[in-house]
Each structure stands twice: as C-alpha cells, then as structure tokens.
Nanobody, 127 residues
Framework: QVQLVESGGGLVQAGGSLRLSCAASGRTFSNNAMGWFRQAPGKEREFVAA????????YYADSVKGRFTMSRDNAKNTVYLEMKSLKPEDTAVYYC????????????????????WGQGTQVTVSS
C-alpha cells in the first residue's frame, strides 16, 4: 500500500524555521514529481512547492519564494520542505502529494495533478 507520511510541523514564532519531511513507502518515488500544498482554516488548499521528476527543477508559490526550499533524498524515498522566516499567514496544514506515474511531466501547480496524498502536518506561526 502506498503511503505518504508528513512530519516536522509544530508551533513556532514569526521569523522562525521548520523543516517538514514526507516519507514515502509502498513504492519508490525517486522518479516522480512531488508537491507540497497547504490549507488554512476556512480556505481552499493551495500550492506551495514542487520538484520535477528528475529533481532538476523546483517551483514555488510567490508567497513563499525566497523563504521555502524543497529538496529530495531518493535514497530515503523522502522529500523535504525547509521553511524559514515564517509568517503568521503560513499557518496551515501542510500536505505532501505525488502523481501516479514516474517520468511524467505534470502541471505541478494544481492539486488535480496528484494522486497520492499524506495525512498532513500542522504548522502554526504565532505573531
């Protein structure tokens, strides 16, 4: 059974940092694009960051560009989201996502491109 499990969320003060992890199991995702999305209370889920299937390209929402960094460790079948200079507006549940097919170029910005989702991890940034 394929599973994506996020971890690393928590409560931090504005300006602080967190590193989120997404550990995959059930199959390898080393040749899949991977994405991060978030959902704040009462709001729609929104794109945060993504990495291409080759690992050669990363993509970020304008709201997090320059503050968040996505990376992958294929040996661990894991992707990460390093979050710095956190703001209260970053408060949300953060989800890891993956498409079904490897070696596939997808529109990474829409959640419709992804088939597998983790359970989410809460990030709360206090002011």
């Amino acid at each position: 059974q394929v599973q994506l499990v996020e971890s690393g969320g928590g409560l931090v003060q504005a300006g602080g940092s967190l590193r989120l992890s997404c550990a995959a199991s059930g199959r390898t995702f080393s040749n899949n694009a991977m994405g991060w999305f978030r959902q704040a209370p009462g709001k729609e889920r929104e794109f945060v960051a993504a990495v291409s299937w080759s690992g050669g390209n990363t993509y970020y929402a304008d709201s997090v560009k320059g503050r968040f960094t996505m990376s992958r460790d294929n040996a661990k079948n894991t992707v990460y989201l390093e979050m710095k200079s956190l703001k209260p507006e970053d408060t949300a549940v953060y989800y890891c996502a993956a498409p079904l097919r490897p070696y596939s170029g997808i529109n990474v910005y829409t959640d419709r491109s992804y088939d597998y989702w983790g359970q989410g991890t809460q990030v709360t940034v206090s002011s």
